[in-house]
C-alpha cells in the first residue's frame, strides 16, 4: 500500500498546454510538499501546506498553482507549460513540520514539454 | 544565504572498498540534517536525521556523523545494492528542507 502515490509516472505534452499532477498520502500527515528535481538531480522545494493551509511559497512562476482540498491530498496544476518546467516533480508528506520532522516522498512525476 | 554542497558528484568503488561522502552546509539555525537515498525512478528515501556536533547514526554499512559545518556518510565495506544517489539536506524554518545536489554512488562487483 503506497504511503504517498502521484500520478502521473510520466507526463509529456506541447508548450502552451495546462496539466495537473496529483497526489496523495495515507499516511495521516498533516504537511504536504512540492519538490522540483532538475536534470542535475538538484532537489528544491515549491510549496508546502499544512493541514490545507499554504504555508511556503517560494519563488516559482504564477503558472503553478497548488491545490489541497484536504490534508490527504496536494494537486499541482501547471498553465502554459515551458520547456524550462521540465524536471522531475516530487510529492511528499510529513507529520508535522517540526524539527527533525522526516519527510515521504512519492516516486515522482516526470514531465517533458516539447 | 543557506546552502549546501555535496562532493564528490560521483564516486565509483569496487566491492568491499569503504569511503565517505562529504556534505558542506552553512544555514542559519539548523534544526536537523538528513541523509536520503535515491535509485533511479524513485523517490528519495530517509536514512538518517542529525541534530547535533557530535552525534552519529548506524545503519548496517552506513554511518553518518555531524560536525558544525560539515556531515560525512561512511560506507563500510559497500556492496552492489549500495548503489544509488546520497542526498544530503538541512532542515530550516517551516520543516522547509535545502538540499545538496547529491552523490552517485555505484560499486562495482
Known amino acids: 500500500d503506497t504511503a504517498v502515490s502521484q500520478t502521473p509516472k510520466y507526463l509529456v505534452t506541447q508548450m502552451g498546454n495546462d496539466k495537473s499532477i496529483k497526489c496523495e498520502q495515507n499516511?495521516?500527515?498533516?504537511?504536504m510538499y512540492w519538490y522540483k528535481q532538475d536534470s542535475k538531480k538538484f532537489l528544491k522545494i515549491m510549496f508546502s501546506y499544512n493541514n490545507k493551509e499554504l504555508i511556503i511559497n517560494e519563488t516559482v512562476p504564477n503558472r503553478f498553482s497548488p491545490k489541497s482540498p484536504d490534508k490527504a491530498h496536494l494537486n499541482l496544476h501547471i498553465n502554459s507549460l515551458e520547456l524550462g518546467d521540465s524536471a522531475v516533480y516530487f510529492c511528499?508528506?510529513?507529520?508535522?513540520?517540526?524539527?527533525?520532522?522526516?519527510?515521504?516522498f512519492g516516486s515522482g512525476t516526470q514531465l517533458s514539454v516539447l | 544565504e543557506d546552502q549546501v554542497t555535496q562532493s564528490p558528484e560521483a564516486l565509483r568503488l569496487q566491492e568491499g572498498e569503504s569511503s565517505s561522502l562529504n556534505c558542506s552546509y552553512t544555514?542559519?539555525?539548523?534544526?536537523?540534517l538528513f541523509w536520503y537515498r535515491q535509485d533511479p525512478g524513485k523517490g528519495p528515501e530517509f536514512l538518517f536525521t542529525?541534530?547535533?556536533a557530535g552525534e552519529e547514526k548506524e545503519k548496517e554499512r552506513l554511518k553518518a556523523t555531524l560536525t558544525k559545518k560539515e556531515s560525512f556518510l561512511h560506507i563500510t565495506a559497500p556492496k552492489p545494492e549500495d548503489s544509488a544517489t546520497y542526498l544530503c539536506?538541512?532542515?530550516?524554518?517551516?520543516?522547509?528542507?535545502?538540499f545538496g545536489q547529491g552523490t552517485e554512488l555505484s560499486v562495482k562487483p
Open positions: 499516511l495521516g500527515h498533516d504537511t
Open positions: 539536506a538541512v532542515q530550516v524554518g517551516g520543516g522547509k528542507l535545502i
Open positions: 511528499a508528506s510529513s507529520q508535522q513540520r517540526q524539527k527533525g520532522e522526516k519527510l515521504f
Open positions: 542529525l541534530y547535533s
Open positions: 544555514v542559519s539555525g539548523l534544526r536537523g
